[in-house]
């Protein structure tokens, strides 16, 4: 039966089911990360199965060097104008540096902001063993949570940079037993970050859940991308991982440019951009102005 309340068909909307069922069915995901309102649209329109509000807005939309001054206000805010123009694909929102680190009692506050205020569907977090407890407190009380292992930008520093991690025997085991710490969370997909393609196949058959990869090759569930990348948007480097699918900062700065020169030539406004006045308006307004001012 079909209520008032019903806003868009149950059936389009995707949820964490779905993505279990498309790995179960070996369906491959796709993931892109989103910032804005028009971004939300255009991802729905395309029908990628998720949309990210990464904390990689601090690098792309901010300028900033890393992630690590991304504040949970700033996640909000985001997530809000994501969340006004994604009606289909589920919205992830991070969980940034600091807030959930501290205690599961703030992980569990800033990931209610998300949900609530921002309208998010599912938190992310990074880490393994270590935020495996945390993970658990949130997936207890019903949040939906997405791990994120292997290169985690927010620790940026302890692991000496951006590198990919994993190659060492020791580490690939590392790497795969956060993945299962996280699935013994309850975490519904988990991020796989910057990790050699073979280590990234072997964790996505022994875990259930989805696993969503960046930086680690075919093998993985489902892939995600930072949408700045993909469009050739940001200034500083593309990761070699990433396939530019657009050079959009080169059409944009060619438009800036069409539009400067049009303005210095005076041929932007044309007639079809400008609004009309009356004759009978015109003619009394100058008549106005021509007449000599009287005390
Ligand atoms: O913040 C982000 O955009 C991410 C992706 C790189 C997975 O975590």
Wanted: with cysteine.
């Amino acid at each position: 039966m079909q209520t008032h309340r019903k806003v868009h068909n149950a059936m389009d909307k995707v949820t964490i089911h779905t993505l279990r069922q498309m790995k179960t069915r070996g369906e491959p995901i796709s993931m892109l990360t989103a910032y804005d309102y028009p971004t939300a649209l255009l991802i729905d329109q395309a029908k990628l199965e998720m949309a990210l509000v990464g904390d990689t807005l601090g690098m792309v939309v901010h300028g900033f060097e890393t992630t690590l001054p991304v504040t949970m206000d700033m996640m909000v805010l985001h997530c809000q104008a994501v969340r006004r123009g994604l009606k289909r694909a589920l919205l992830v929102a991070d969980l940034p540096f600091m807030s959930y680190q501290i205690s599961p009692e703030q992980a569990k506050a800033n990931a209610a902001r998300l949900l609530a205020e921002g309208g998010a569907d599912a938190v992310k977090l990074e880490g393994g063993q270590t935020v495996a407890a945390t993970v658990r407190g949130l997936t207890e009380t019903g949040i939906a949570v997405m791990g994120h292992v292997g290169l985690t930008p927010q620790s940026v520093s302890a692991m000496g940079g951006f590198k990919v991690q994993g190659k060492t025997l020791e580490a690939a085991q590392h790497v795969l037993d956060d993945a299962r710490a996280l699935e013994a969370a309850g975490v519904f997909a988990i991020v796989l970050e910057g990790i050699p393609a073979p280590l990234a196949d072997i964790i996505t058959r022994a875990v259930s859940v989805p696993t969503i990869g960046i930086g680690a090759g075919a093998g993985c569930d489902g892939q995600v991308l930072v949408m700045h990348d993909l469009l050739g948007l940001y200034d500083r480097f593309v990761p070699s991982f990433v396939k530019q699918y657009a050079d959009l900062g080169a059409a944009m700065r060619g438009a800036f440019e069409a539009y400067r020169d049009d303005v210095r030539a005076r041929t932007f406004p044309a007639a079809e951009h400008e609004f009309s006045l009356s004759d009978e308006v015109l003619q009394a307004l100058r008549a106005h102005l021509d007449a000599p001012e009287t005390e």
